[in-house]
């Protein structure tokens, strides 16, 4: 035995009797293995563990008080972890009990025989290896789950498990929020079709792509929430890999809200498409106007030739008059496009509207009611007046022509946070702008023209009446000024169009210093 | 590219600097009929060389000449002949460009489209009072 190899293990021998520490010294190492230290009570013990920190602590159940042998192995398990064999005479059967109550590794009947005592501490070193190893597996598991549990929660994308007949069976916070529920328990047991889908060819389609393939790409979907805003999402769905049960769930999916995107997209579709009018438009009054310059020149020149009397004034009178017409039209077009030369100033919008009520009331006539509703007296904004005057006369005259019959007009403003879109952006865009709202009850406009208003040479107007250029005009003009301007109409109800516009953020006291 | 309407022997008065044709045909009729003497070209560098070789009383110059900007010929005229008058001509004629012109030392402008009461307006200015006399005004415009 002698010739057993060094191990590499710590142990500390507790016992009251110094001759059984020493035979236990000896022993062990005889084995090679090598003794931390000796305890002879348990309050020294339990020192002397949390001190040498040793591998193994043999300890003796019945020491002088009893069973202080117990309680000190109680207290080194649960303070420092470090396994204890006992080594007892006792065949107290109530002891044996509470002894293995504190879950020793081992337990030598004395008189300690050295085969029983290795054999014990053998089996305790393996079986507190495989311990700490499950508690280090345990520990990464925990680690693991905290980790996607924290990314299930605060990813900002939605992820979702179906049952086989589309319900959902675990949704995460984004997802639950993005469909305009509070909770996960408010959505668990709802069926996709009554909580997210709301378009019946949608639902038909979902379906039977899933039952065809068992799965759905990444694709397009339009989804309702239950505050009935419509979502535009990106989806995928694919079979639950972990059937742990038949009742488990049959499908696992993600959710991307991308309506923002799309929204953004259409902005700059539209502005793009913007750009190209403007351009062309500009080149083609550019070249109108070299042609229109013979034309009226060669005009001008005849006239100046022809005696007064001559029956050919006329003709070329009308030809002046028309032409001159054209002109007229392509200095409204290079307006559109030319980036205009104002001059700005600190305007009170309240106080620039409501000096111009009888105006409007003037233009729009006895059977248009003008009522205003101001609420941003002291609000500044910095513009042209000539250039803001233009952008609301325009509107003004385009809505006393949508309501031939007569009606209400009201003009609002007030101030609003820029959130044009709900979501989607940072605290920081919050700014507040003001908002002016021009309201008629005329007879609207329909979606699709909807969409075209603002482009040039779009009219609904008869060709006497309009040139097509003065909603173009008025939104390139609320674009210089650093706002937009939105559009939302009922055909037969009436149209609103909305400018936002940046406040002047100069503090209407800084012009004093 | 530089064509001149000759009706006798006098020197030309006049030119005209513009990449439309249109533009150029009616600039050489009207001063046809008026009795003045007009070259006209099409391009920025062609008018430069015209100017020094001939002895203009007064430019008509395009602000947009294709690929060139009008205000830089305007400087290279203004820098070689400063008290020779040029006339701005242009659709695109913004204010910001009047007044760079202005400020580069053009003694005039026109929008597109002109008018023949405009352009008269704008060159008798610039005729020698002998000349006027022999000018075949319109009765409209003799006042």
Known sequence: ?513 | MMERTITNSQPPDILVIDDDESICEFFQDLFLEMGLQIDTVRSGAQGLEMVRTHAYNLIFLDIMLGSANGLDILMSIKSGYPRLPVIMISGYLTEENIEKALRLGADGYLYKPLTVRDILSKTLRFIPPRQLAHLNLPPALKS
């Open chain 1, 1 to 513: 035995m002698n010739s057993a190899p060094p191990r590499d293990l710590k142990i500390l021998i507790v016992d009251d009797d110094p001759a059984l520490r020493r035979l236990l010294r000896a022993l062990l190492e005889r084995q090679n293995y090598s003794v931390a230290g000796e305890a002879q009570s348990g309050k020294e013990a339990v020192t002397a563990a949390g001190r040498l920190n040793p591998h193994i602590v043999l300890m003796d159940v019945i020491m002088e008080t009893g069973d202080a042998g117990i309680r000190a192995a109680r207290k080194i398990t649960s303070k420092y972890q470090i396994p204890i064999i006992f080594i007892t005479t006792s065949n107290n059967e109530d002891i044996i009990a509470r002894a293995l109550k504190t879950n020793p590794y081992g337990y030598v009947v004395k008189p300690v025989r050295p085969e029983n005592l290795i054999t014990a501490i053998e089996v305790t070193r393996v079986r507190h290896e495989y311990e700490q190893q499950l508690v280090t597996y345990q520990r990464s598991l925990e680690k693991s789950e905290a980790l996607f549990r924290s990314i299930f929660q605060t990813i900002q994308s939605g992820y979702f498990q179906l049952t086989i007949d589309y319900r959902f069976s675990l949704v995460n916070p984004y997802l639950y929020d993005l469909l305009g529920y509070t909770s996960q328990r408010e959505l668990l047991g709802k069926s996709i079709f009554e909580a997210g889908f709301s378009d019946t060819r949608q639902k038909n389609l979902f379906n039977q792509r899933l039952l065809e393939k068992g799965s759905i790409d990444l694709s397009e979907w339009r989804w309702k929430t239950r505050d009935r805003q419509f979502k535009t999402v990106l989806i995928s769905v694919r079979p639950q890999p972990v059937q742990a049960e038949a009742s488990s769930p049959q499908y696992e999916g993600s959710v991307h809200d991308i309506t923002r995107f799309k929204e953004l997209e259409a902005d700059l579709r539209q502005a793009q498409k913007m750009e190209v009018i403007n351009t062309l438009s500009s080149r083609l009054a550019h070249e109108i106007s070299n042609q229109l310059t013979s034309i009226l020149g060669y005009t001008d020149l005849c006239l100046l030739k022809l005696a007064q009397e001559d029956k050919l004034h006329r003709y070329l009178r009308a030809i002046q008059k028309k032409a001159l017409e054209s002109t007229e039209v392509t200095r409204q077009l290079l307006n559109i496009s030319r980036k205009s030369s104002s001059e700005p100033q600190r305007i009170e919008m309240d106080e620039f509207l409501r000096e111009r009520i009888q105006l409007i009331e003037k233009v729009m006539g006895s059977r248009v009611t003008v009522k205003s509703d101001l609420q941003t007296g002291g609000v500044h904004i910095s513009a042209d007046p000539r250039i803001l005057e233009q952008v609301l006369f325009n509107l003004v005259i385009n809505a006393r022509d949508a309501m031939p019959e007569g009606g209400n007009f009201t003009l609002r403003t007030c101030l609003t946070n820029s959130s044009r879109r709900k979501g989607g952006q940072s605290p920081g865009e919050q700014a507040s702008l003001l908002r002016v709202t021009l309201q008629d009850t005329g007879m609207g406009i329909g979606r699709q023209n909807l969409e075209k208003i603002f482009e040039p040479f779009y009219t609904t107007k008869t060709e006497s009446v309009g040139t097509g250029l003065g909603l173009a005009i008025v939104r390139g003009s609320v674009i210089d000024l650093g706002g937009r301007i939105q559009v939302t109409s009922r055909p037969g109800r009436g149209t609103t169009f909305t400018i936002y516009l940046p406040p002047d953020q100069n503090a209407a006291g800084a012009a004093d210093w």
